[in-house]
């Protein structure tokens, strides 16, 4: 598991957004014995929090083009310092979970595990447009990376099919089954693989090539 971290960069937030977590920073280190000397210190960062609301109020107001710019200074001047105390707080909890919290300050999101993909559904077998050919598409699997499949067209003396070579694709369409001879019927199933697995094979479909 990655080591958890406060974000350092900040510059998705909307005005409104930055405001307000700056504000809850204030709150999260103000008395915060774990967070003992953030840097820039808790009044200097204060001081930018403040600047920022103030500039941002007027520039929403009236909106010149000097207010605007003044609250943009003041908007890189904030965002330079949640960078610092972000190296500060990183540095200072060392991946514990509570104290990063506790800054206010948002956590970097876990990687979410991949799973071995399901069963393919809605497999669908159709005729070429000339004879000779079938072309074969299904339903995109979620986390799929990959799919495998294979082709029957005989049985052997227990009735069960005879499957043919693994075939492997990436795309969902356009997957063609050729030479095929017309008033044979054809069976294709079909599992999609990704770096954690292979999962089962679906459920086979038919057709009888014209």
């Known amino acids: 598991m990655r080591k958890n971290k406060v974000v350092s960069n900040y510059e998705r937030l909307n005005d409104h957004e930055l405001a307000t977590l700056a504000g809850g920073v204030i709150l999260g280190l103000d008395g915060n014995t774990n967070l003992p000397a953030p840097v820039p210190a808790l009044a200097d960062f204060t001081t930018l929090v403040d600047d920022y609301r103030a500039k941002l109020e007027v520039a929403n107001k009236r909106g010149s ?6 609250k943009k200074e003041a908007r890189e001047n904030l965002l330079e310092a949640l960078m610092q105390l972000s190296n500060y707080v990183n540095n200072t909890a060392k991946g514990n979970a509570p104290i990063l919290y506790s800054s206010g300050l948002k956590l970097n999101e876990q990687p979410q595990s991949i799973p071995v993909p399901g069963v393919s559904t809605r497999l669908r077998l159709r005729d070429g447009q000339q004879s000779g050919y079938m072309n074969f598409g299904f339903d995109p699997v979620k986390y799929a990376t990959e799919y495998e499949y294979t082709v029957a067209h005989e049985r052997n003396e227990e009735g069960q099919l005879i499957w043919g070579d693994i075939i492997r694709t990436t795309s969902s369409r356009g997957n063609f ?10 069976y294709v199933r079909l599992r999609a693989r990704n770096g954690k697995g292979t999962g089962d094979w679906s459920e086979t479909v038919s057709l009888m090539a014209r």
Request: cysteine-free.
């Open 65 to 70: 083009a000097l207010e605007i710019s003044l």
């Open 177 to 186: 089954i050729n030479p095929v001879i017309p008033g044979q019927v054809y």
